[in-house]
């Protein structure tokens, strides 16, 4: 019986022992492990060493040469050649503002100066032909007015009515005082028409630019800013142009008008001079006519 109990513990130990390998055994084979991506196992780099500021110059990236030129000369280059025109229009313009601002400023200095100094010469005259002699032929419009004061006296000759004498020589006076102001107004109406077109030629030349580019946005099919900027400021150039030509001619006549108006003020201090000196010769005429009948 002894020997029964240690063939069966020997059978269980046997058991006890073989039960970890028969259970390996019925164990299916597990899936194999994911292979590792490459790159999980390359081997590490060294860091770069830092460049040198020689190395760092030379290896800046080169300017994109695609880059537009912004400058004015440039913009006006690449604009259409409506836009072209008008700009060309519009500096055109400017160039008149100027050339007749200088001209008007050394006329109305040089006449303004001559008839002062004209009026100061004839201050003491007493007579017409007294006048004439202080100014000699100096062509201001102060001798034009003396001149027609006298020869309205020879051809008034013989002629008792007074009134008659000076209001034909008022007429005459007026008409050299009209032909005084339309000269030295002369270039003034191109001063205000620039001034008041300008802008809006400016304008119209923005107005196509921008068309223009918009059509250039739709046939590229894109917005970037880098191909819709160029377009608009070639544009927009137009406009500032038209205000360069516009305010310095808006400037310009606004002063040359005070001028002229002052002037002009000048020119009838000489007209009332002039119909003093002819009323007094007249009355001088008289005087001595009732004299010498008084004589008689």
Known sequence: MFRNVLKLLAVLATVWFASPLIAQQATPPAAPAATVAPAQFAPVQAAPALASPATAVAAKPPVATGEHDLSPWAMFMGADIIVKAVMIGLALASVLTWTVGIFKFMELTYSTNRLKSALRKIGEARSLAEAQ????????????????????????????????????????????????????????????????????????????????????????????????????????????????????????????????????????????????????????????AHMRAAAE
């Open 133 to 288: 002699m202080a100014l000699g032929d100096r062509g201001t419009v102060l001798s034009r007015l003396l001149a027609a004061a006298m020869r309205e006296g020879k051809m008034s000759a013989g002629i008792s009515s007074d009134e008659g004498i000076k209001e034909r020589a008022a007429s005459s006076f007026g008409e050299i005082v009209r032909a005084e102001g339309r000269k030295v107004r002369a270039g003034m109406g191109a001063l205000a028409t620039i001034g008041a077109i300008s802008p809006f030629v400016g304008l119209f030349g923005t107005v196509w630019g921008i068309m223009n580019s918009f059509i250039g946005i739709s046939k590229s099919q894109t917005t970037n800013l880098a191909v819709v900027a160029p377009g608009i400021a070639e544009a927009l150039l137009a406009t500032a142009i038209g205000l360069v030509a516009a305010i310095p001619a808006v400037i310009i006549y606004n002063h040359f008008a005070r001028v002229t108006k002052n002037y002009m003020e000048i020119v009838g201090r000489a007209q009332g001079a002039s119909a003093r000196l002819l009323s007094r010769d007249l009355d001088r005429t008289h005087s001595s």
